[in-house]
């Protein structure tokens, strides 16, 4: 089991970059996939990206390019850096520990409260 905090969100003009983190308890951070998910109003939550323990990475395709997931082991803590923001990017993200299973990525940890991100046109 383990706990996860999200920070780092803000209001940004479109264009503009944001990075988000997310800190896991616990020292088995490491084994973990991790990914970012993000809840818009009106919308279902959707994977933004995920980053496996060996650190490779995947997106969803709205954010490629624009959006990196990283992670640093040694401080628990997972990252998303996100540039070129756009008003639809609107959302509150969640970070979570995620399965991988035939290539479809599979919440395991409970939600916490995320971080607000807001872009304006």
């Known amino acids: 089991q383990v706990q996860l905090v999200e920070s780092g969100g803000g209001l940004v003009q479109a264009g503009g970059s944001l990075r988000l983190s997310c800190v896991a308890s616990?020292?088995?951070?490491?084994?973990?996939?991790m990914g970012w998910y993000r809840q818009a109003p009106g919308k279902q939550r959707e994977l933004v990206a995920a980053i496996s323990s060996g650190g490779r990475t995947n997106y969803a395709d709205s954010v490629k390019g624009r959006f990196t997931i990283s992670r640093d082991n040694t401080k628990n803590t997972v990252y998303l850096q996100m540039t070129s923001l756009k008003p639809e990017d609107t959302a509150v993200y969640y970070c979570a520990v995620v399965a991988v299973i035939a290539g479809t990525y599979l919440p395991l940890s409970s939600w916490g409260q995320g971080t607000q991100v807001t872009v304006s046109s």
């Open positions: 616990g020292s088995v951070f490491s084994i973990n996939a």
